[in-house]
């Protein structure tokens, strides 16, 4: 079965490590920040400028001046703190956020990715994902594998504008956790209850399939 | 205006100057601490043909989507335009230019235009359709490209609280891109929603010094929310 998008939440927290300053983008990665163990110390950082983002706002707590990337109500955790867009931006692309997460339309096995406009259909923009994918060193890239007709969404080379070139090494996708190494996937864990080979099947870009490919636990 | 008294009593009075084709700078990320008066007053003067670097476009009748209604914006530098009919509507028609540039390589652009910088290195954007025609260099076997800083005949922002002199202090997210755009304008315009003598402010605790500061305002602010998103108790 493929992943629940609860499921690619659970299975990106648990890339998480104690202490770990981390970026979620919109959507799926943004839920990943509702499986963060209890025994553990998570400081989520939001591109608009606050280190330390907590939970939605109760009713009587919503507050038009905090907001998050996604322009929702947010809360400040303990230990929070504010700052500028530009100092934001330096933490990003000074390298100093520990882990990444956003989404995709198409990555490939150059480590490119194609997130943030189809030519021909509505230009909403890139927001700040050509800064955290140039910024960060540890990205996980959350997708669907393959689109709704069984079009494979990891492939040999993005066809899509790209956001970023080369800066790719993982992938979660729906079906499967990959790595990106020498211009290749190399299949590390399946989705409980997906074959091998029906991964291979939904993969473009050259596929490295090692002897053993576990289950994704939970 | 006298000294370092930087505050104006009216918004004709703080957008004096202000002309046709003008590029402006402005505060603010969503509808999260943006100028909600300057921006009525750009409407009210009837400016055109402006070019407004700003993250975002405003909505359907707020912020900088007012400024659409009446085609007062000629193109918009940004990072990402969703969120608003009438501009899609006068972007797929071709009237409105929209520059699309990465918010990190915005937020830097706007402070070097005020830092006397006039161009940076970034890797953001290599390799993509915004690093087209820009110069590229390697500095340790990485890949760069060279973004020039942007600068405004105006800049328009928001602040919490000030003194008279402009001393500035922000409140939570709703400082974001404020501090920058400020600096980027020849004249920077800031509305604030409390104004108190110079002196009380307690110099530690100033985000952005009022050297940066050419107009002063008050203001009352109804304070917009895109996405208002709440948890059960």
């Known amino acids: 079965m493929a992943l629940t998008r609860d499921q690619l939440a659970q299975r990106v927290a648990q890339e998480f490590k104690d202490g770990y300053y981390v970026n979620l983008g919109i959507g799926i990665p943004t839920l990943a920040a509702n499986f963060i163990p209890d025994d553990m110390q998570v400081m989520l950082q939001s591109e608009n400028g606050l280190l330390g983002m907590g939970p939605f706002p109760l009713d009587e707590e919503v507050d038009a001046d905090l907001i998050n990337a996604g322009k929702q109500t947010v809360t400040m955790a303990e230990g929070a703190s504010l700052f500028s867009s530009a100092e934001s931006f330096a933490m990003i692309r000074g390298g100093h956020v520990d882990l990444t997460v956003l989404g995709a339309f198409e990555v490939d096995c150059q480590g490119n990715i194609a997130s943030y406009m189809i030519p021909g259909k509505l230009i909403k923009g890139m927001g700040g994902a050509m800064d955290l994918v140039a910024g960060a060193d540890n990205i996980i890239v959350t997708m669907t594998h393959a689109s709704k007709s069984g079009d494979s969404k990891l492939l040999s080379k993005c066809t899509l504008p790209l956001t970023g070139k080369g800066c790719i090494k993982r992938v979660l996708t729906d079906l499967a956790l990959l790595d990106i190494e020498d211009g290749k996937f190399i299949l590390r864990e399946r989705a409980p209850g997906v074959s091998v080979d029906e991964i291979a099947k939904l993969t473009s870009g050259e596929l490295v399939i090692p002897e053993h490919v576990p289950e994704m636990v939970f | ?233």
């Open chain 2, 1 to 233: 205006m006298s000294g370092f008294d930087k505050v104006v009593t009216s918004y004709a009075e703080a957008l004096d100057g202000l002309e046709d084709n003008m590029t402006i700078i402005a505060g603010g990320f969503g509808l999260c601490g943006i100028p909600e008066n300057l921006i009525k007053e750009i409407k009210r003067r009837g400016t055109k043909g402006l070019t407004i670097a700003s993250n975002n476009a405003g909505t359907d009748g707020n912020g900088l989507g007012l400024l659409l209604e009446d085609r007062q914006i000629k193109k918009m530098i940004s990072s990402y335009v969703g969120e608003n009919a009438l501009f899609e509507a006068q972007m797929m028609s071709g009237e409105l230019e929209v520059e699309l540039t990465p918010q990190g390589t915005l937020a830097e652009k706007m402070r070097a235009g005020g830092a006397g910088i006039p161009a940076f290195y970034t890797a953001t954007g290599y390799g993509t359709p915004v690093g087209e025609g820009k110069e590229v260099r390697e500095f340790n076997g990485r890949h760069y490209i060279l973004e020039e800083a942007l600068q405004g005949d105006f800049s328009i922002a928001k602040a919490w609280k000030a003194d008279r002199c402009g001393n500035l202090m922000f409140r939570k997210t709703a400082r974001n891109f404020n501090p920058m755009a400020i600096t980027a304008g020849k004249i920077s315009v800031v509305e604030v929603e409390e104004i108190v003598e110079i002196g009380e402010l307690d110099p530690d605790e100033i985000h952005l010094p009022g050297i940066y500061v050419n107009r002063l305002i008050k203001g009352t602010f109804e304070k917009p929310i895109e996405q208002r998103t709440v948890r059960s108790a």
